[in-house]
């Protein structure tokens, strides 16, 4: 199984590197109407050439996956702040676009938990339409929206999970086609375990973005080899690879938080199990020291007996 690497938003490596400078609402209304514009502009550029030096990163590293900051454009949804951010921006998402085809970056995005689907509240569905919508947006902008994946939870459960299913399946039709076609869903740490996100996954045709670690903590009635083979499954007509996400647990008061590091332990079962059922895998790191969590795993993997490092980023088991 040849295993491809890499992590999230900010490469600790780089001095200065964060592409989720951010501007707050109150802070927003602080300002005049050109003031508030050139400096909501001069954050979302910084913010893109950031991402373009991670990416430069990535490529140094041969790291094929990056999942993108999804504050790279401060007060984007903001009903009383919107911009049209793309327009003073096509310079520095060209570069991205440059960069990303030309070495096939697998590029992705990751909303925050409160764009959901299952939300009793209509405006909560609202705003979770508005910001997918932003996401892609941003990657059309870039010119990779048919490259990359957008990756949400399927929502709360509100005390009664059939009627939240119930509510997903209903509210997911307000997220416009083209939007949808490049969702993932996620199994959670609480609510929805990976069977039960597998069937929203198969019902809906998305790929499920597997986490282990949330399988670990909420591990539901199925066993896991029985989990993966659907699993691979999903991404089937994707033209990518499976994709996973690892970490490993502070410690055991705290499982579900994340280490700074990926424990070789607590993942090598998962790498041997899941390597009889696909023979290629994407793996995002989501541990808090992100690019050097991600580089230190590889370290630790390419000593095992039976794997082999094929490249900075891609492991060979």
């Known amino acids: 199984m040849l295993t491809s690497f890499g992590f999230v938003s900010t490469a600790l490596n780089l001095y200065e590197a964060s592409p989720a400078k951010t501007m707050t609402f109150a802070t927003y209304q602080k300002r005049d109407k050109k003031e508030r514009e050139a400096q909501l502009l001069a954050i979302t550029k910084n ?124 509210n997911i039709k307000m997220l416009p086609s083209d939007v949808k076609s490049r969702m993932t869903l996620e199994n959670d740490d609480k609510t929805f375990t990976t069977e039960e996100t597998l069937e929203v996954c198969v019902t809906e045709g998305v790929p499920l973005m597997f986490d282990y670690h949330h399988y670990k903590a909420n591990p539901g009635d199925t066993p896991l080899e029985e989990l993966l083979p659907r699993f691979v499954q999903t991404w089937k007509n994707t033209g990518r690879p499976p994709k996973v996400h690892l970490s490993s647990p502070k410690d055991e008061k705290a499982y579900r938080s994340h280490h700074d590091f990926v424990s070789l332990d607590y993942v090598l079962p998962f790498f041997k199990m899941v390597s009889e059922f696909t023979g290629e895998l994407d793996v995002m790191i989501e541990a808090k020291q992100k690019d050097r969590a991600a580089l230190q795993l590889i370290n630790e993997l390419e000593k095992v007996r039976g794997f082999k490092r094929m490249s900075g980023g891609t492991i060979l088991m």
């Open 47 to 170: 913010n893109l050439e950031r991402t373009l030096r991670v990416l430069h990163y990535c490529v140094a590293h041969e790291l094929p996956l990056y999942r993108m900051s999804s504050s790279i454009v401060p007060l984007a949804t903001h009903p009383d702040a919107s911009w049209d951010f793309l327009k003073k921006t096509k310079q520095e998402c060209k570069e991205i676009e440059k960069i990303v085809k030309k070495y096939n970056l697998r590029t992705s995005m990751h909303p925050n938990q409160f764009t959901l689907f299952t939300s009793p509240r209509p405006e909560v569905t609202v705003n979770a339409v508005k910001d997918m919508q932003y996401h892609y947006d941003l990657l059309k902008g870039m010119g990779i929206e048919d490259r990359s994946y957008i990756n949400i939870h399927v929502g709360g459960a509100y005390g009664d999970k059939e009627a939240a299913l119930e509510r997903f399946y209903g």
